[in-house]
């Protein structure tokens, strides 16, 4: 399964910072997430997804079973 890290806000939402969760893409894995953790479905529209360290807005991107896909939220400061 694709292991998912959560940062700063979407962490919060999710409640964790890490898990392994099903999907064979990043649309199943958006499905899988907010079927789990109901509170990221307001954050992950917001959210920086990287699929193998590199950005994507694609949700029908293929997931390899050990894929490593940050979340990553808006983040204030300068």
Not at 24 to 49: K, W
Not at 70 to 75: A, G, N, T, Y
């Amino acid at each position: 399964m694709p292991q998912v890290r959560y940062f700063a806000g979407a962490a919060e939402a999710a409640g964790l910072e890490a898990e392994s969760l099903p999907g064979a893409s990043v649309g199943e894995l958006f499905a899988a997430m907010t079927a789990r953790h109901p509170a990221l479905a307001e954050v992950l529209p917001r959210c920086s997804v990287l699929v193998g360290g590199v950005r994507t807005k694609d949700h029908a991107v293929t997931l390899a079973p050990d894929q490593q896909v940050d979340v990553l939220p808006p983040f204030a400061g300068g």
